[in-house]
């Protein structure tokens, strides 16, 4: 997972059962099966504001079910956490997984419990496709993407930039919007460079639009080379944005500058630039390190299209079983419902890729627009580097991370960054790291 906040994202669980529209099948302390009394343990991220909306949901599966729920937040450690008590024998009945790659390796050795048909049907009235696809395994459905973030996302401040700012709508426009503000002698765009995974986020926005969701799908399976003449292309059009002289600092102020840090830079009181990329996770950081207002001050606009076609790049967490207890199904089966997603959404800081959670369930219009564009975008791929092996994309200063801030520093380095991030992704998959 990538480090902050933040890091794409978090883990997901929740409870109460229920049938989605359209969908038949047993709710909880119903026609299900007799739950009073029984434990269930669920094992995520979410800590803090995000714990506390969470335990809401689960207090209704509690209160219609009989159930307890124990809630263990593991923070970023989750992954080391799962493993040890995978090795131990005493697994959680449920588990919030950021990396789709480590789904894919603990169904693929026999640790996850399918999920059942009436999950299942659920998933399949209320999320794209895409969705389901992100928890199939080898054919069969082992997860359900629950929390999910919009990642196609910019975000300005509207004081600095005005009544008569219009948000620009294409890249080429976008290009022009920081050129103009730069002749200024403004410094627009405050990127997080420190934070490798915010130039990743940034590369797969622009090579989702530019190379097309077939080619991203090829690209993160490695079934073509980091050295392949799109990619290359790729880099150049985002080059564009990372002129030095649109960057406080320049390349080597991104550089030393962290994501919370690029968002205070914008929004905080004493702003050195007025645009800021990231997800819908930067309202968070706008909450808790500045004194500005999300949906007054700042602002949002889609990534600029590049391309014909509406595109995100999504993170999210998979909520996974591993038991096979009928507690742990009707819970699952709850977590599917757009009843279950509805309750955190009403309290803030959750976008949903549920389609039928209701937009006036979000609590402001900011985010309102962004879980619309999520459900409602044509071409949705996952973060790449969460669907590659950690190695190459979740370690600081290694893999995807380091050659994007390698390209950042010295642009004329393209080729040469290039094949050394190849022979380090050839390595990795044919070690069987995938």
Known sequence: MKGAPLRRCLPVLVAAAVVAAGCAGPQPGGDGPGLTGRTIEVLAVWSDEEQAAFERVLDVFERRTGTTVTYVSGGDEVPTLLATRLAGGSPPDVAGISQPALVRTLARGGSLVPLDG?????????????????????????????KAANKSTVWYDAGQL????????????????????????????????????VLTDW???????????????????????????????????????????????????????????????????????????????????????????????????????IGPASSVVSGGDTLVALTDDPGTAELMRFLASSEAASIWAQHGGFVSPNRQVELGDYPD?????????????????????????????????????????????????????????????????EGGAS
Do not use: C
């Open 118 to 146: 009436a999950t299942e049907s659920v998933i399949d009235a209320q999320f794209a496709p895409v969705w389901k696809e992100l928890g199939t395994v080898d054919g069969e459905l082992f997860g359900l993407v629950f």
């Open 162 to 197: 005005g009544p008569g700012f219009t948000p620009p709508r294409t890249w080429d426009a976008f290009i022009e919007t920081l050129r103009k503000l730069s002749d200024t002698g403004a410094t627009p765009l405050s990127v997080g460079g420190a934070d490798g995974w």
């Open 203 to 305: 590369f797969e926005n622009v090579y989702l639009q530019t190379a097309g969701g077939q080619m991203y799908d090829r690209l993160a399976d490695h079934e073509i080379p980091w050295t392949h003449p799109s990619v290359r292309t790729a880099l150049q059009t985002l080059g564009r944005a990372f002129r030095p002289e649109y960057l406080p600092g320049g390349a080597s102020g991104a550089l030393h500058t962290e994501f919370t840090e690029s968002v205070v830079d914008v929004f905080g009181s004493d702003p050195e630039a007025s645009i800021v990329y990231e997800a819908d996770f930067v309202a968070g950081a706008i909450a808790q390190s500045t004194s500005a207002t999300v949906g007054r001050d700042a602002r949002v606009f889609p990534f600029p299209r």
């Open 365 to 429: 219009d900011t985010t309102r627009q962004i879980a619309d564009e999520l459900v409602s975008a044509e071409n949705v791929r996952f973060d790449m580097s969460d669907l590659m092996p950690t190695a190459l994309g979740g370690i600081r200063g290694d893999g995807f991370w380091r050659a994007m801030q390698d390209y950042l520093a010295d642009p004329t380095r393209i080729d040469e960054i290039l094949a050394d991030l190849e022979a380090e992704v050839d390595a990795a998959y």
